[in-house]
């Protein structure tokens, strides 16, 4: 039986409390009618590459490159039989049959070994960079254009569990004999996790509303292990006290640690200030994992479902010394090649006591490439040599989804004045039990 071991990060640290689908289920019914739309229309998003359709794309490069290795043998061979000729020409007899057979399979070894390791290389090249001639479209002012909503759900988390053994990369059948089935993680979570009620806990929604994709990312017809490519262990390199460092930043910073004396003890993501999932850099949550690009000559917008986090990045520009520290950061960008590359930094102090990934010195500098009509290749690298011996990056694959919706968080609902009368009624009773 697979282990949960295989559970992503976000998966194990998540403690559920998501306003945003609290108040989609208190919504009018249109609105949840709507949602529900949104919740079966996933059955139609892109899909992971089949088996067959991967052993069909290969066989089409590899008859390829047998027809182009057999020319290349024996043209290497007959190359080696006029050279070997004109040697004897020179110095004696023209070479007897069987000699010259002999010498010229000789020599012809390291050639041909030589040349099919560099055409491997070559057609591998092309086969892993989607190189059947895609070139992204362009805006009517000329740069790669990688608009339009983006769904990035994907059970791979960001570090590499275990039970795949070291390995980056696995086949379909591997995929599913060790990650945890989606409707089982779900069950388990329900049962035992944020969400299951209990004697202090009212639970939270079920599972309809938890869609955490049901694969590991596709990349290149395989299934990625981890979104860490580099180390190549997929492990985050920390520095032996960087840990400790990271605690001492989230410790000192003044945000709220979900004390209830007031709304302003609560944490970030119940005040709907920002999202309590990864947004800069993007990484899979439990839900609402999509995102939009708009592209302008000056400037480009980020825009998360979750929270509407938006972050506005200038082109072609440097970064601003403020006087204040932005909430998602300060973002500049710029095209290179067909692809967009924004770099971020300076995040908000409350931000870093919320995030895992953003730190006080954090340099973040993310990818974007169309490689298809309905797909992005993204990444990201984490840059803080105060917490990592390296910087690192991870990369995961982005898919077309459907249009974003209102992320109504505490608009129309009771949560925050329920936290807080509920601390107020635990006030009163203990006072009355004294």
């Given at each position: 039986?697979?282990?949960?071991?295989?559970?992503?990060?976000?998966?194990?640290?998540?403690?559920?409390?998501?306003?945003?689908?609290?108040a989609?289920?208190?919504?009018?019914?249109?609105?949840?009618?709507?949602?529900?739309?949104?919740?079966?229309?996933?059955?139609?998003?892109?899909?992971?590459?089949?088996?067959?359709?991967?052993?069909?794309?290969?066989?089409?490069?590899?008859?390829?490159?047998?027809?182009?290795?057999?020319?290349?043998?024996?043209?290497?061979?007959?190359l080696a039989?006029?050279?070997?000729?004109?040697?004897?020409?020179?110095?004696?007899?023209?070479?007897?049959?069987?000699?010259?057979?002999?010498?010229?399979?000789?020599?012809?070894?390291?050639?041909i070994?030589?040349?099919?390791?560099?055409?491997?290389?070559?057609?591998?090249?092309?086969?892993?960079?989607?190189?059947?001639g895609?070139?992204p479209?362009?805006?009517?002012?000329?740069v790669?254009?990688?608009?339009?909503?983006?769904?990035?759900?994907?059970?791979?988390?960001?570090?590499?569990?275990?039970?795949?053994?070291?390995?980056?990369?696995v086949?379909?059948?591997?995929?599913?004999?060790?990650?945890?089935s989606?409707?089982?993680?779900?069950?388990?979570?329900?049962a035992?996790?944020?969400?299951?009620?209990?004697?202090?806990?009212?639970?939270?929604?079920?599972?309809?509303?938890?869609?955490?994709?049901?694969?590991?990312?596709?990349?290149?017809?395989?299934?990625?292990?981890?979104?860490?490519?580099?180390?190549p262990?997929?492990?985050?390199?920390?520095r032996?006290?960087?840990?400790?460092v990271?605690?001492?930043?989230?410790?000192?910073?003044?945000?709220?640690?979900?004390?209830?004396?007031?709304?302003?003890?609560?944490?970030?993501?119940?005040?709907?200030?920002?999202?309590?999932?990864?947004?800069?850099?993007?990484?899979?949550s439990?839900?609402?994992?999509?995102?939009?690009?708009?592209?302008?000559?000056?400037?480009?917008?980020?825009?998360?479902?979750?929270?509407?986090?938006?972050?506005?990045?200038?082109?072609?520009?440097?970064?601003?010394?403020?006087?204040?520290?932005?909430?998602?950061?300060?973002?500049?960008?710029?095209?290179?090649?067909?692809?967009?590359?924004?770099?971020?930094?300076?995040?908000?102090?409350?931000?870093?006591?919320?995030?895992?990934?953003?730190?006080s010195?954090?340099?973040?500098?993310?990818?974007?490439?169309?490689?298809?009509?309905?797909?992005?290749?993204?990444?990201?690298?984490?840059?803080?040599?105060?917490?990592?011996?390296?910087?690192?990056?991870?990369?995961?694959?982005?898919?077309?989804?459907e249009?974003?919706?209102?992320?109504?968080?505490?608009?129309?609902?009771?949560?925050?004045?329920?936290?807080?009368?509920?601390?107020?009624?635990?006030?009163?009773?203990?006072?009355?039990?004294?």
């Amino acid at each position: 039986m697979p282990q949960f071991e295989a559970f992503t990060d976000s998966e194990r640290r998540w403690s559920g409390g998501g306003a945003g689908h609290r108040a989609r289920q208190g919504a009018e019914p249109e609105r949840t009618g709507m949602y529900l739309q949104r919740v079966a229309s996933a059955a139609t998003e892109p899909q992971p590459i089949t088996k067959s359709q991967s052993e069909g794309f290969e066989s089409k490069y590899q008859n390829k490159l047998r027809h182009y290795l057999l020319v290349a043998v024996l043209a290497s061979m007959l190359l080696a039989a006029l050279s070997l000729n004109s040697n004897y020409l020179k110095t004696g007899p023209v070479c007897p049959p069987m000699i010259l057979i002999k010498e010229v399979s000789m020599r012809t070894h390291f050639r041909i070994t030589a040349l099919a390791s560099l055409m491997l290389a070559a057609f591998a090249g092309s086969i892993a960079f989607a190189a059947e001639g895609y070139m992204p479209p362009k805006t009517d002012f000329g740069v790669p254009d990688v608009q339009g909503v983006w769904n990035y759900k994907t059970r791979t988390g960001l570090e590499r569990a275990d039970v795949y053994e070291g390995e980056l990369e696995v086949d379909e059948e591997t995929m599913l004999a060790k990650m945890v089935s989606t409707p089982d993680f779900i069950a388990f979570l329900e049962a035992t996790g944020a969400e299951a009620p209990g004697p202090e806990n009212v639970g939270g929604y079920n599972g309809f509303w938890i869609t955490p994709g049901d694969a590991l990312a596709e990349m290149n017809g395989k299934y990625r292990t981890s979104l860490i490519v580099d180390p190549p262990d997929g492990k985050i390199p920390w520095r032996e006290e960087g840990q400790a460092v990271r605690r001492s930043q989230q410790d000192e910073l003044p945000m709220g640690m979900a004390e209830s004396d007031g709304p302003e003890g609560r944490t970030l993501s119940d005040r709907c200030l920002i999202s309590f999932a990864s947004t800069a850099p993007f990484m899979s949550s439990l839900y609402n994992n999509h995102m939009q690009i708009v592209q302008g000559p000056t400037h480009v917008v980020l825009l998360a479902e979750m929270v509407h986090n938006a972050r506005i990045v200038r082109i072609d520009q440097e970064f601003k010394e403020l006087p204040y520290e932005k909430w998602l950061g300060d973002s500049i960008g710029y095209y290179d090649g067909n692809t967009l590359v924004v770099q971020t930094k300076d995040f908000n102090g409350w931000q870093v006591a919320k995030e895992r990934l953003i730190s006080s010195n954090v340099l973040l500098t993310e990818r974007f490439t169309r490689v298809a009509d309905d797909k992005l290749h993204y990444s990201f690298t984490i840059d803080d040599p105060d917490l990592y011996t390296q910087p690192w990056t991870a990369e995961m694959p982005m898919y077309t989804g459907e249009d974003l919706y209102e992320y109504a968080c505490h608009e129309g609902n009771y949560a925050m004045r329920a936290i807080l009368a509920g601390e107020r009624r635990q006030e009163l009773d203990a006072r009355n039990a004294q």
